[in-house]
């Protein structure tokens, strides 16, 4: 599994040859200014709710790859209005199949309301299971949320998870103490920190988040860097 990170939420997951690009806020992004999205590679746009800073990018992607949009059931239908076309709508619960991994859409504790402030369902988290050298693999990508006890649902239905991709970022999102906690409750070996320092009231000290997730596998990336994790 290769991982890039793009800034804030947003994610690359790259399996078996397959390119899953998570919550494409990049070009307002200040700190993702050396990115240039054209050059980003897509076969799927996994979006976790409507707001601004995760979906900005999601139709200029679309036209460079023809990516195929998967996000909740009027998320989809937003931007099938904006001329993305052949999205999956889903809401919380259902699975999708793709040829590498299954996809499963999970709750999430945050609001969702597009960009032009119309109604953007219910935010949501993504669940990826997949193989590598026959080995099951499992991926939890929060999105925005804050903690709550359901997710030890994660757990009792998958078992464990190789990473969770959490928010440390507070304010609008966990902070760093409850994002430790909602590690252990979906039984998480590795971490992977997001949906900080992009603005003055998410800015953490990440020496501080290093240090309360010493008892993970705490993957910290540079905005642009690519990491092979499993």
């Not at 990826?128 to 030890?152: N, S």
């Amino acid at each position: 599994m290769k991982v890039t990170y793009y800034g804030h939420g947003c994610f690359s997951i790259g399996i078996g040859g397959t390119n899953y690009l998570i919550d494409p806020f990049i070009t307002p992004n200040e700190l993702a200014k050396d990115i240039d999205i054209k050059t980003i590679k897509a076969d799927y746009i996994l979006l976790t709710h409507g707001h601004e800073d995760h979906v900005a990018d999601t139709v200029e992607i679309y036209k460079n790859t023809k990516a195929t949009l998967i996000a909740n059931f009027e998320v989809n239908n937003w931007f099938a209005a904006k001329g993305v076309e052949g999205g999956v709508g889903m809401n919380i619960g259902g699975a999708y199949q793709t040829k590498d991994c299954a996809i499963k859409m999970v709750s999430a504790a945050h609001s969702s309301s597009m960009p032009d402030g119309s109604y953007g369902g219910l935010a949501s988290g993504f669940v990826l299971v997949f193989q590598e050298d026959e080995v099951d693999k499992v991926i939890y990508f929060a999105g925005d949320t804050g903690l709550y006890k359901d997710m030890e649902l994660i757990q009792e239905e998958f078992g464990f998870v190789d990473f969770a991709f959490l928010p440390i970022g507070d304010v609008f999102t966990m902070g760093i103490n409850d994002a430790v906690e909602a590690a252990y409750l979906v039984n998480a070996d590795g971490v992977i920190p997001m949906h900080y320092d992009t603005f003055p009231p998410i800015e953490v000290n990440l020496e501080e988040a290093k240090r309360e997730f010493e008892e993970f596998r705490f993957e910290v990336f540079n905005i642009g860097e690519e990491k092979e994790l499993i």
